[in-house]
């Protein structure tokens, strides 16, 4: 992944379902087989470059549904300008992750920050960080987050926020 746009595609992917992703050196990822490479499970990705978002609105990896469980490797690069706004139950870079691993990766939060509301229950009102916003067994190595912007939920009860990662 060398760019923002490759990152929003991946993002994109795994949000729908990713039936197919399409790559453009060696072959397209076939998604739809067995259970066991469900959700990119056993797929390894990498970034190939510093990552500039430049403040725009960022949908995260991984939704309540499409829990990403695949193995993310920066490779020493920064992911730089996060920012998510809206109803969103899980915000960060990557929103749901599960089972796999993140690693190698920064990423700088842009000014305006992290401010979302949920459109689930109570149960998730707004679970933030600013690489994750829920983990659930995933392995998270080598990362780091820096920024000076907020990280808001608009629940009073319900939500989570931390710096890296918002719910475990």
């Known amino acids: 992944i060398k760019d923002a746009a490759e990152l929003a595609y991946f993002a994109n992917q795994v949000n729908a379902g990713g039936k197919e992703l399409k790559v453009t050196k060696g072959s397209d990822i076939d998604n739809t087989g067995s259970d066991s490479k469900k959700n990119f499970s056993g797929y390894y990705f990498a970034l190939s470059a510093d990552i500039k978002l430049d403040g725009g609105e960022w949908t995260p990896i991984g939704t309540n549904s499409r829990v990403f469980c695949g193995h993310f490797d920066g490779k020493g690069h920064t992911v730089e300008g ?20 993140i690693c190698n990766l920064g990423v700088s939060l842009h000014e305006d920050g992290i401010k979302v509301n949920s459109s689930t229950p109570v149960s998730a009102g707004g679970i933030v960080g600013q690489l994750a916003g829920r983990n659930s067994n995933a392995l998270l190595c080598n990362c780091y987050v820096v920024g000076n912007g907020k990280i808001e939920t608009g629940s009073s009860s319900g939500c989570d926020a931390g710096g890296i990662v918002g719910a475990i």
Do not use: E, M, Q, R
Not at 82 to 101: E, R
């Open 82 to 101: 996060l920012t998510v706004t809206g109803i969103i139950p899980y915000a960060g870079l990557f929103g749901n992750v599960a089972d796999g691993t």
